[in-house]
């Protein structure tokens, strides 16, 4: 079965740190172009971290940049995204993507319903 698999979602203090992960199966996860992106209450879906999978060029929203870092483990077929310095406004369900497909918009980080694969979205919240 093709799909991805989210995990460590939860609730965490402001300031603290949150490792999301994403299992791919059925398919390589290192053949494709990733990302994480998040969508709030109320809000457009954004794009978080997301990296070439030809030249493993990252892009990090402006929001994430200095605080997120994404990775991916080939020998487990997972992509992770380390949360660090989490505030409030980070509050939000996240999605794992992988595509082959729109190219241009995942190295761009652009939220697309044309990437191959979604995530379920784990929710990930920051509050006292």
């Known amino acids: 079965q093709v799909q991805l698999v989210e995990s460590g979602g939860g609730l965490v203090q402001p300031g603290g740190s949150l490792r999301l992960s994403c299992a791919a199966s059925?398919?390589?996860?290192?053949?494709?172009?990733i990302g994480w992106f998040r969508q709030a209450p109320g809000k457009e879906r954004e794009g978080v971290s997301c990296?070439?999978?030809?030249?493993?060029?990252?892009y990090y929203g402006d929001s994430a940049k200095g605080r997120f870092t994404i990775s991916t483990d080939n020998a487990k077929n997972t992509m992770y995204l380390q949360m660090n310095s989490l505030k409030p406004e980070d509050t939000a369900v996240y999605y794992c993507?992988?595509?082959?497909?729109?190219?241009?918009?995942?190295?761009?980080?652009?939220?697309?319903?044309?990437?191959?694969?979604w995530g379920q979205g784990t929710q990930v919240t920051v509050s006292s």
């Open positions: 990296m070439d999978s030809t030249d493993g060029k990252t």
């Open positions: 993507v992988a595509t082959k497909r729109q190219f241009l918009l995942i190295r761009l980080c652009v939220p697309s319903n044309g990437y191959d694969y």
């Open positions: 059925g398919f390589t996860l290192d053949d494709y172009a």
